[in-house]
């Protein structure tokens, strides 16, 4: 197992296109009922699915009908498949910037769950959308491979997205404007108590930042 940051994602997404598996992949924990319908579905379709589980928890109980739970791999190794499937957990599921930041294309589960940059996303340019019960998940795996070079293009374009978007100052500019904006909400003035120590903070040359923001002092 590997400890995920974009610069390595993008440094290791696998073979190109035209050599990847076009078995769609995925795996993880049992946190969600609808994850638990996507290993049945592989069960079913294995020439068009690899799901299964590694880790159960939630379902413990059910382990018997959806496992044996298999190996963790390398997340690069995610990228030797050409289609990845990405659905939620207990909350948005973490990966999707990291999947969109490899060479593959994301099949995305529609959801009620956002992180800070979902509403900058475009369905069918960034990512093929299914339906949250994953009713049209095989129709729309159906759909990509019949129509290759566009699904092509949308992984081209949710990786610009990434790079553009979903790299470390950007997320580090992000944060900064949102404590601003929360800041800017306090109704009363913040005070230094008893046994606080001040953290230093590193210098702003660490992460460039374009957004323009104003120093606190």
């Not at 020439?47 to 928890?57: G, K, S, V």
């Not at 900064?176 to 008893?194: H, I, M, N």
Request: proline share 4%; net charge neutral; hydrophobic share 35%.
């Amino acid at each position: 197992r590997v400890s995920l940051d974009m610069m390595s994602v993008q440094a290791n997404t696998g073979p190109s296109w035209e050599d990847k598996n076009t078995t769609a992949f995925w795996r993880g924990r049992d946190s969600r009922k609808e994850r638990l319908e996507l290993v049945k579905l592989s069960r079913k379709y294995p020439e068009i699915i690899d799901a299964a589980f590694t880790n159960f928890f939630f379902f413990k109980h059910d382990e018997s009908l959806y496992g044996p739970i298999v190996k963790h791999i390398s997340f690069f190794d995610f990228f030797k498949y050409k289609y990845q499937i990405n659905i939620d957990g207990t909350v948005a599921a973490y990966r999707l910037p990291y999947l969109l930041a490899g060479n593959s294309v994301v099949l995305k589960q529609d959801s009620i769950y956002y992180e800070h940059f979902y509403n900058e996303l475009q369905p069918w340019k960034h990512y093929i959308p299914f339906k949250s019960d994953l009713s049209d998940l095989l129709e729309k795996l159906q759909w990509a491979k019949e129509h290759d070079e566009e699904a092509k293009n949308i992984a081209k374009s949710g990786q610009e997205f990434a790079r553009n978007n979903l790299m470390g100052d950007h997320v580090f500019c992000y944060y900064f404007k949102l404590f601003q904006e929360y800041a800017s909400l306090q109704v009363s003035e913040p005070k230094v108590r008893d046994g606080m120590e001040k953290v230093q903070q590193p210098d702003d040359d660490l992460f460039p930042c374009t957004c323009h923001r104003k120093k606190v002092q």
